[in-house]
């Protein structure tokens, strides 16, 4: 069993950055596929980034990529993901999830089923 807990959420004017941390607990030896998703009420949640914490290769979707870094640091179990250049239209419920085994494709898209692990989520609120 993997527990996940995110922090690091609050409110921030559009163009600011906040860095998100997603620790992990329980039975986390060996290498996981680490994803950040994000909701708003009456959407579907969607992947953002992504992190094989075997290798360390990061994976985004378009429409963070060049503002958002994921980023892991092992020895801690912790996985991070720096936002900059906020935008109004990330304002969300950021969660974190993991899976031994979600990163063996890359697709362009990051998805809630392949991953089994998932924590409670952090909000974000982006102000124009």
């Known amino acids: 069993q993997v527990q996940l807990m995110e922090s690091g959420g609050g409110s921030v004017q559009a163009g600011g950055s906040l860095r998100l941390s997603c620790a992990a607990s329980?039975?986390?030896?060996?290498?996981?596929?680490v994803g950040w998703f994000r909701q708003t009420p009456g959407k579907e949640r969607e992947g953002v980034a992504r992190?094989?914490?075997?290798?360390?290769?990061?994976r985004y979707v378009d429409s963070v990529k060049g503002r958002f870094t994921i980023s892991q640091d092992n020895a801690r179990n912790t996985v991070y993901l720096q936002m900059n250049g906020l935008k109004p239209e990330d304002t969300a419920m950021y969660y974190c999830?993991?899976?031994?085994?979600?990163?063996?494709?890359?697709?362009?898209?990051?998805?809630?089923?392949?991953?089994?692990?998932w924590g409670p989520g952090t909000q974000v609120t982006v102000s124009s």
């Open positions: 999830a993991a899976d031994p085994s979600a990163c063996s494709s890359w697709t362009g898209r990051i998805e809630t089923f392949q991953f089994k692990y």
């Open positions: 329980g039975y986390t030896y060996g290498s996981y596929c």
């Open positions: 992190i094989y914490t075997g290798n360390g290769i990061p």
